[in-house]
């Protein structure tokens, strides 16, 4: 049966994708590429049948189902998912999210309340009307999220400081955060699809090197700069220590998103 796969059109899925774009794995699904947000909405309205999403379609859409053991997700610092701030985070009174992901837009807000109680005003940009991280506020941070992020750092070097969310997790929880898993729509496309994801990925990460340059010339990065990013700021397992912070960060998201609809009841 022919499926219809979602993806990001960020360089940390390629090892998660490239087999079965390139003609590497023999397989019948069309793969369809687009943002984490716009991904999580057409799972939840069933317009593709599995997608590389933000795990907070999760909680958005109980009914979906993960595929276990493949997913995006960092043990320590990410390089691509980066607070650009000034001052301390604890005194940063407005952050401007990154419309393309609700799960960094929720564990920058979670990492904001544990750093303080202070109030914080969180504001997603519309038409691109966010502060440039070179001229930022005073008290005010911008989170950058996916290529945008890597560029940020590897390219020109901004002149505000920047938090790296992976590496403050970790620190913050001593557990490794998880960004994207595979999600579908039903345990049955679940379970059709798992041992050929799970193929791809493997394929991926034995043959790295064979497809890199490729890379690093799709993404207008430096070689060396794709293969230290997918080597060491990227796993894509999702054993029992991602598991445990994937738990985690769920309890605090929840507890995050119920305490927002509370203070908007008020």
């Known amino acids: 049966m022919a499926l219809k796969i979602g993806c990001v059109p960020y360089l940390n899925a390629e090892p998660l994708i490239w087999p079965l774009e390139n003609g590497v794995i023999e397989h019948p699904h069309s793969i369809i590429r687009a943002v984490p947000s716009d991904l999580v909405k057409m799972l939840g309205g069933e317009d593709i049948d599995c997608a590389l999403a933000s795990v907070v379609a999760l909680l958005d859409f109980p009914k979906l189902i993960p595929i276990t053991d493949i997913a995006i997700a960092s043990r320590g610092a990410v390089a691509s998912v980066l607070l650009f701030h000034n001052d ?7 952050i401007w999210l990154d419309p393309a992901s609700r799960t960094s837009n929720i564990l920058v807000q979670i990492l904001r309340d544990r750093a303080s109680n202070t109030e914080c005003n969180f504001i997603l940009p519309e038409n691109g009307d966010a502060p440039e991280i070179d001229l930022l506020p005073a008290d005010t941070g911008r989170l950058i999220i ?3 992020a890597l560029r940020c750092v590897y390219g020109n070097k901004p002149a ?3 938090t790296d969310l992976g590496e403050l997790w ?5 557990h490794p955060i ?3 898993k595979w ?3 039903n345990g049955d496309i679940a379970a059709e699809l798992k041992p050929l994801l799970i193929e791809a990925r493997d394929w991926s990460l034995i043959h790295l090197a064979s497809y890199i340059s490729e890379l690093a010339v799709k993404y207008e990065f430096e070689t060396e700069v794709v293969d230290r990013y997918l080597r060491m700021n990227i796993t894509y397992m999702h054993g029992p220590r991602e ?5 985690e960060f769920f309890t605090l998201a929840r507890n995050l998103i119920n ?5 908007r009841d008020v």
Do not use: M, Q, V
């Open 88 to 94: 301390p985070i604890e005194k940063l009174e407005t």
């Open 146 to 148: 996916g290529d945008e």
């Open 160 to 162: 505000s400081n920047y």
């Open 170 to 174: 970790k620190e913050k929880t001593n």
């Open 178 to 180: 998880t960004f994207a």
């Open 183 to 185: 999600i579908a729509r």
């Open 243 to 247: 598991l445990a912070g994937e738990r």
């Open 259 to 263: 305490k927002r609809e509370k203070d």
